[in-house]
């Protein structure tokens, strides 16, 4: 089984703070896919990292992927209120293709 | 933008009824996925398909579940027999293709309640 870890599990910030949250694991990826999951509805699609040492920017977010692809961080400057959330990391290939091994996640909550 | 659809959105079922979850994925991908979360877990995988046939299957995924591509746009979960354990939301997924770099796209899910 691979496991994703991620960190923190809970994340409370004023409006424009930035922050950091984690996603580790011993294994290796082929891919790293981040989602944000609101409550009841199916988790959407961020960004997809692929390779090694790769970084991503979406607007105010910054993913990175590990020079190991074993670990990812995503980055949120100046965050907004609409950042609220559920980050799901999410792992895919390694030994198995197709299947995408997820994260707890870390829950956003953005205070104006 | 193209998305995956689910019905329904809830479903409220007696223990040892049989259910199905619908999905239609998105129109030009290949690769066809569910998964489930139950409340307060992780989201697990439980299946892939791909032309019409089983890819990969997760210890989750036994002898009472089963998916099918009935048409060209449809793609079911069955549960023969539910039991109270069975009681998640069940998210099904596309991609184009499995290869790392092809993201898989959700579903807005379906909230299957035992009784």
């Known amino acids: 089984t691979q496991l994703l870890e991620q960190s923190p599990q809970f994340l409370s910030i004023q409006e424009g703070e930035n922050l950091t949250v984690y996603c580790n694991s011993s294994?290796?990826?082929?891919?790293l896919q981040w989602y944000r999951q609101e409550p009841g509805e199916g988790p959407v699609l961020l960004v997809t990292?692929?390779?090694?040492?790769e970084v991503k920017k979406l607007k105010r977010l910054t993913f990175q992927f590990g020079d190991a692809r074993k670990d990812s961080s995503l980055h949120i400057t100046a965050a907004q209120p609409g950042d609220t959330g559920l980050y799901l990391c999410?792992?895919?290939?390694?030994?198995?293709?197709?299947?995408?091994?997820f994260g707890r996640g870390t829950q956003l909550t953005v205070w104006p | 933008e193209p998305e995956v659809t689910q019905t329904p959105s809830h479903q409220v079922t007696q223990m040892g009824q049989e259910v199905i979850l619908r999905c239609v994925p998105i129109?030009?991908?290949?690769?066809f996925y569910w998964y489930r979360q139950i409340l307060g877990q992780k989201v697990e995988f439980l299946v892939s398909?791909?032309?019409?046939?089983?890819?990969?299957k997760s210890e989750i995924f036994d002898d009472q579940f089963s998916v099918e591509r009935p048409d060209g746009s449809n793609f079911t979960l069955k549960i023969r027999s539910t039991k109270l354990e069975d009681s998640a939301m069940y998210f099904c997924?596309?991609?184009?293709?499995?290869?790392?770099?092809?993201?898989?796209?959700f579903g807005d899910g379906t909230r299957l309640s035992i009784l």
């Open positions: 997924a596309s991609s184009p293709q499995v290869l790392g770099n092809q993201p898989q796209h």
């Open positions: 294994s290796v990826f082929s891919s």
């Open positions: 990292v692929v390779t090694g040492g």
């Open positions: 999410a792992g895919g290939g390694g030994s198995t293709l197709g299947r995408l091994y």
């Open positions: 129109s030009n991908h290949l690769y």
């Open positions: 398909f791909y032309n019409n046939e089983i890819s990969e």
